[in-house]
T-cell receptor, first 117, second 114 residues
């Protein structure tokens, strides 16, 4: 069963528009970690953020912000005032350490973001 | 600090051959995980090594194997290659657990099986 769902396959925006990427996860563990990674055309996955299940505080880092809501099992990601360099595939991932699987990230299918000038 | 390095970056093999991919983690990192990325299946976990021991394994056939050396460098091997093994193979390193456990990825090895 898919544990991380990214329902949006592709989102196209014009530069300076905001874009929100949805991520819904599924776990029975009380302790878990959620991640967002960016994969530009070069292929390397770039770490953006980690959030643990006990910290529901939203976070903002520059133009990036994250909204974590345990009640809806969602961890959404917003890029404010998008730029062409934001064009990439963005992955949401889940880690369930209670299963002694720190090294196992379960990824969603990814959302392709296309930002046009 | 140098990042995660993977060699080779590109590889072309034919069906039935075997291949070995290499990953050097960030200095001080003891955990190395491997992932396969294909257009159809997305990013899938292969296995994780920590202090030379396989700690976790994904749902892949026995043709996929790996190992980790005392210096934390890791290799993965795929025997009897099939067309479906064509993929981007990504390696990630981390300190090994706890709150420091986020994974940092290498550039990947793109394997093409003809």
């Amino acid at each position: 069963a898919q544990k991380v769902t990214q329902a949006q396959t592709e989102i196209s925006v014009v530069e300076k528009e905001d874009v929100t990427l949805d991520c819904v996860y599924e776990t029975r563990d009380t302790t878990y970690y959620l991640f967002w990674y960016k994969q530009p055309p070069s292929g390397e996955l770039v770490f953006l953020i980690r959030r643990n299940s006990f910290d529901e505080q939203n976070e903002i880092s520059g133009r990036y912000s994250w909204n974590f809501q345990k009640s809806t099992s969602s961890f959404n990601f917003t890029i404010t005032a998008s730029q062409v360099v934001d064009s990439a595939v963005y992955f949401c991932a889940l880690s369930e350490p209670d299963k002694d699987s720190w090294g196992k990230l379960q990824f969603g299918a990814g959302t392709q973001v296309v930002v046009t000038p | 600090k140098a990042g995660v390095t993977q060699t080779p970056r590109y590889l072309i093999k034919t069906r039935g051959q075997q291949v070995t991919l290499s990953c050097s983690p960030i200095s001080g990192h003891r955990s190395v995980s491997w992932y396969q990325q294909t257009p159809g299946q997305g990013l899938q976990f292969l296995f994780e090594y920590f202090s030379e021991t396989q700690r976790n394994k994904g749902n892949f056939p026995g043709r996929f194997s790996g190992r980790q050396f005392s210096n934390s460098r890791s290799e993965m091997n795929v025997s009897t290659l099939e067309l479906g093994d064509s993929a981007l193979y990504l390696c990630a390193s981390s300190t090994g657990g706890g709150v420091e456990g986020e994974q940092f990825f290498g550039p990947g090895t793109r394997l093409t099986v003809l």
